[in-house]
């Protein structure tokens, strides 16, 4: 597919949108969506075979050079292809996310850098992407945004919050960008805490994504014509993010989907992307908003009750937001010279 603009694109006002992790899940059912409405989708995935595979997929779109989150360079050498072969870029959606198994006690393997890998893919690659692509993003003329796919689980005093037994919490930031290939005894959790649990990473890294959101909107670091926002899809046991429940246990992975959608808790996966598509398309996305459905709701839209919702406490909390800003910016800052 060329990525030159053509007159019917330029007429259509279609948005040229990049999505990170496009060859399965929300990503995938996101992409085919927007491609169906005419819209350029740019893949953007860990490996140069997922993004072929996505752009087979999905029916279309641009398969870039491959962007592993978990890999400082790759995500460097990634925007670099975008600045080189990407024309336009409207919307940047962070949607690529990894949850470790619940029952490990130890990272199931550390980034390139030696980092904790959940924390290091779902927020440190994102937060990095997003800074390497920020002027590219906002020479668009088409009002640009950037979404990022968090979670109910960031909220304690949520059902899904509390599941697994330890809830979101980022303490001090003390156990943030710890290198574990150089210090294998440091802290493997953000709070600082040697204590590694799989069910608290994720939705710590989810905590992460909208404290990002947060702090990306009000202004002061990045452009306050630029759209931040971010969104809950829904619980989709078939996606990806159970992969390693699926890999420890079949059956209770079976067990879970059946459950989930017996009570009607669980959304298909086409649902889960719909909603992505409303936060990169939707003309009237409030700037640093989080989207929510109600439990059990098919809505996609804000006319079927997929509108914005509060968040929790911690991620509401400024002071939180700007501390893991410049924490974060440190770390990745060698890749931004």
Known sequence: MSLEATKDDQQRRCLHILITGSSQGVGLAAAKQLIAEGHTVYHACRSDARAQHAAEQAGGGVALKACNLSDFDSVKAFAQDVQTRVHRLDVVCLNAGMSPSTSIQEPPFLTQQGYEPTIGVNHLGHFLLAHLLLDKLMASAENPRLVLTASSVHD?????????????????????????????????????????????????????????????????????????????????????????????????????????????FSIPVEVAGARLVTMATHPDIPNGSYYCAADKSKGATPEEGFVVTNVSEDASNDALAEALWKKSMDIVKPWLE
Do not use: H
């Open 156 to 264: 304690p005093s949520l059902r899904a919050g509390q599941s697994g037994g330890k809830t979101a919490t980022l303490g001090d930031l003390s156990g943030l960008g710890v290198n574990l290939k150089q210090n294998p005894q440091g802290p493997t959790m953000v709070d600082g805490s040697t204590e590694y649990s799989g069910a608290k990473v994720y939705k710590d890294s989810k905590l992460c994504n909208i404290l990002m959101c947060r702090q990306a909107a009000t202004g002061e670091l990045f452009p306050k014509t630029l759209t931040t926002c971010c969104f809950n899809p829904g619980f989709v046991p078939t996606t990806g993010l159970f992969e390693s429940l699926r890999q420890e246990s079949w059956w209770k992975a079976k067990a879970l989907t059946l459950l989930a959608s017996v009570i009607g």
